[in-house]
């Protein structure tokens, strides 16, 4: 066996690590998730309207964590008119509605 092949074999064996770890990573934000998309998520700043879930990891736990993004939501529950998004974490959702207007 020469280098360039042991090489090749070793970006193979990593590859299937990191396929099966984000598998996994997916299946427990599936399993963990409070919200999904078109629900109206609420944190200690702001209201959004969640457009896509995706995969967050956090140095302190270790585990992965669902982040939200969307459209933010003034007080009166409507889409700011600039379009403005944000970003929630799952760990601090205050509230989670079902659909939006």
Known sequence: MTTE?????LRLIKDARLRAQ????????????RATVGNVVT????????????V????WSGYP???????????SGKVYKNGATDTIYNRNIKSVREGWK
């Open 22 to 33: 984000r598998d996994l990573d997916v299946k427990y934000i599936r399993a963990n998730a």
């Open 56 to 59: 967050g990891h956090l140095g």
């Open 65 to 75: 964590e669902a982040v939200y993004h969307g459209r933010r939501l003034t007080k």
């Open 43 to 54: 944190d200690h700043r702001c209201s959004i309207v969640v457009d896509r879930v995706e």
């Open 5 to 9: 092949e042991y090489d090749h074999e």
